[in-house]
């Protein structure tokens, strides 16, 4: 079992930044990526990036491409997402996962999951 805690969340006003933690612990050493997603209100949950746990590999979905950024540290079991230039299509509850398979980006492909933490974007 992987236990997955998200952290970093909170309220910033259009334009400003944000990082978001995902500390990893149990059985890390099954994980291949950790992956973030986000799910806004009403809509369903979408992919934003993975990054590989040994490789430090990282990868963005095109719409967050230069604004967002993911990282690791493994001495701390910690993977990032950077997040600038922040606007209200934004605003959603961003969860981190981890995977066991190769180059995962759908969510099923993802075996344990976070609870998630609230980002909230003023204009």
């Known amino acids: 079992q992987v236990q997955l805690v998200e952290s970093g969340g909170g309220l910033v006003q259009a334009g400003g930044s944000l990082r978001l933690s995902c500390a990893a612990s149990g059985s890390i050493v099954s994980i291949n990526y950790i992956g973030w997603f986000r799910q806004a209100p009403g809509k369903e949950r979408e992919f934003v990036a993975r990054?590989?746990?040994?490789?430090?590999?990282?990868y963005i979905i095109d719409f967050a491409k230069g604004r967002l950024t993911i990282s690791r540290d493994n001495a701390k079991n910690t993977v990032y997402l950077q997040m600038n230039s922040l606007n209200p299509e934004d605003m959603a509850v961003y969860y981190c996962a981890a995977s066991r398979r190769f180059l995962p980006r759908r969510d099923y492909e993802y075996d344990y999951w976070g609870q998630g933490t609230q980002v909230t974007v003023s204009s």
């Open positions: 990054i590989g746990w040994n490789s430090g590999t990282p």
